[in-house]
């Protein structure tokens, strides 16, 4: 069986990538994550059977399927690797259980030269019924997002036990009989696992770096030379700026890691000097004008050029076949970015490639310190809406709309946004609401939590029973699967009336999209007069 793919908004033709990823993803790579998510759900039946997740099964479940995330690692051998792991682990523990089940992704342990061809046996397209496939993916690709979130908190020492039980009991769902009424139960559990990970993960953050403030980022470049650090990962940000205190090198954020300028724990490195460049698809532009080091962080790294292959390391769950990859931290230790370091100083500064500010850090203690302002110019009229524009961008011409969208969005509104398709409008001169910005950016897509939470903070202060009473739209850009645990989430809490964009996602089978359609209001979105128009008058 050739390879299908289709978790991500640009899969092929609206369907599925069959040959290469349009992510460029090879399809050898694509057959190897379809064995390790296969042998996962292996690990997680033995687990569950079990009745004791342990921390390191948990840990090692949510890393591994954060591996196969899009555009978060392209490397065979890294992969080969995990699948390795994941079948020791299981086989270790249906030892200790006797057990004496027949589940394939329970069984099988062909050795490396089979990885690939059983890979194609065991991939998506290996349930023949849509709907029970629809349903499946959408619990697994929940997953895969809940995991990016797990693991960054864990990375901080913060776990919870509960999160880790709920993601094996999924996963191993995911080869039971169940019913439809089941299987659509297990995705909504998972948008609530989606919001006590994203909780978790606030927690994890603020605790360790202080409460995002507002503040004016530099997007234009210095004279000394430079490494940007781009993805999630404030732990790698922490150790990278460490490390390059007082060296003659500066310091630069690329795309989700722009919201690391928000944290108070950074602000006193002198030579932590701005952001440079847009979303991740323009990376391999942006890439090489840089002309330092780059350092990916997690996903959304694109196929490398040669023009930068030479100066890009990877490290954390992320990696690229040729490219160098930063080992993991020993416990208590940190990451060594000294190779990153010594080269930074041979390169030539970083090619100017704009000039300005651009205004962040209004998570959701910044908000709610403002909370009393924002009241009243609600209830004065002078904010008559508030629409979050959250999620990823990405390469496709029609997330222009995204742009077009904001700019047409009449003055009395407020753009709620986290992740990276802030990029769409984030630069744009839409001018405030007696002095509150008309864009409100409350981080990476890892701290959509901050916009759920004012929303909740918001229905209490106006003494409202429902959230969706609330002068609030939600008008989504969705990429991957940490945007697919947002909108579980959303749903969870009662969100209803959700435009997505700029497609539906394609494993959405025509009877799981009208359950969503009936159940939650979830549409796509349309035009932008259209849409505004809607929007304005709360539908």
């Known amino acids: 069986m050739s390879m299908f793919c289709f978790q991500c908004q640009e899969a092929a033709k609206g369907s599925g990538c069959t040959v290469a990823g349009v992510c460029g993803k090879k399809e050898d790579t694509a057959k190897l994550q379809d064995l390790l998510v296969h042998i996962l759900k292996g690990l997680a039946l033995a687990a569950d059977a079990s009745g004791n997740v342990d921390k390191q099964t948990g840990l090692f479940l949510a890393q ?32 200790q259980l006797n057990c004496s089940c027949d589940d394939d992704c329970l069984v099988w342990s062909g050795d490396e030269s089979e990885f690939v061809a059983k890979g194609g ?4 397209l290996s349930q023949p019924n849509e709907d029970v496939r629809s349903l499946r993916e959408l619990l697994v690709y929940g997953l895969k997002g809940l995991a990016a979130y797990v693991d960054h908190a864990a990375i901080l020492g913060f776990e919870k036990e509960e999160i880790y039980t709920f993601m094996v009991s999924a996963l191993a769902s995911t080869v039971k009989e169940l019913s439809v009424d089941d299987m659509i139960a297990q995705v909504l559990k998972c948008g609530e696992f989606g919001v006590t990970g994203m909780a978790l993960l606030d927690e994890a953050n603020t605790t360790t770096y202080g409460n995002p403030e507002i503040t004016k980022v530099n997007i234009g470049v210095g004279t000394n030379p430079g490494i940007l650090i781009s993805g999630h990962d404030l732990k790698d940000m922490e150790d990278l700026l460490k490390q390059t ?11 989700e890691m722009l919201p690391a300028h928000y944290y108070p724990a950074f602000k006193k490195y002198s030579h932590f000097v701005g952001n440079y ?14 002309n330092g080091p780059i350092i990916m962080t997690t996903n959304c790294i694109t196929p490398v050029k040669d023009a930068y292959k030479d100066r890009i390391y990877t490290t954390g769950m992320a990696g690229y076949p040729g490219v160098q990859h930063i080992p993991e931290r020993t416990p208590g230790g940190s990451k060594d970015f000294s190779a990153v370091i010594a080269q930074a100083k041979t390169c030539a500064p970083p090619t100017e490639i704009e000039q300005g500010e651009i205004v962040g850090g209004f998570a959701h ?51 709620l946004t986290a992740g990276c398709a802030k990029y ?40 409202l029973d429902d959230i969706n009473e609330l002068p609030i739209s939600y008008d989504i850009a969705w990429y991957e699967q940490k945007a697919v645990i947002v909108l579980l989430a959303l749903l969870h809490l009662g969100v209803k009336g ?5 497609t539906l996602p394609a494993f959405f089978s025509p009877n799981v999209a009208k359950v969503l359609v009936e159940n939650f209001d979830i549409k796509a979105i349309g035009t932008v007069e259209e849409d505004v128009a809607a929007i304005m008058a709360g539908k």
């Open 64 to 95: 591994a399927l954060f591996a196969t995330i899009t555009n978060a690692n392209f490397d065979n051998a890294a992969i080969t690797a995990l699948i390795k792991q994941a079948m020791q682990r299981r086989d270790a523990i249906r030892a």
């Open 277 to 290: 460049g847009n979303a991740w698809w323009q990376q391999d532009k942006e890439f090489a004008s840089f």
């Open 365 to 415: 203690a910044q908000v709610m310190a403002l909370a009393d302002k924002v009241v009243d110019a609600v209830k004065s009229g002078a904010i008559k809406r508030f629409v979050v524009m959250a999620g990823c961008d990405g390469r496709h011409k029609t997330r222009s709309y995204f742009t077009d969208l904001a700019q047409a969005l009449p003055q009395d509104t407020i753009i």
């Open 245 to 255: 205190e007082g060296s003659g090198v500066d310091v630069y954020t690329h795309s």
């Open 424 to 463: 769409r409008y984030n630069k744009l001169d839409l001018g405030d609401i007696g002095g509150i910005p008309r864009v409100l950016d409350a981080g990476q897509c890892n701290d959509s939590y901050s916009l759920a939470y004012i929303a909740l903070q918001l229905k209490e202060v106006f003494g």
């Open 498 to 502: 959700i435009r997505l964009g700029p």
């Open 121 to 124: 046996e065991v991939g998506v």
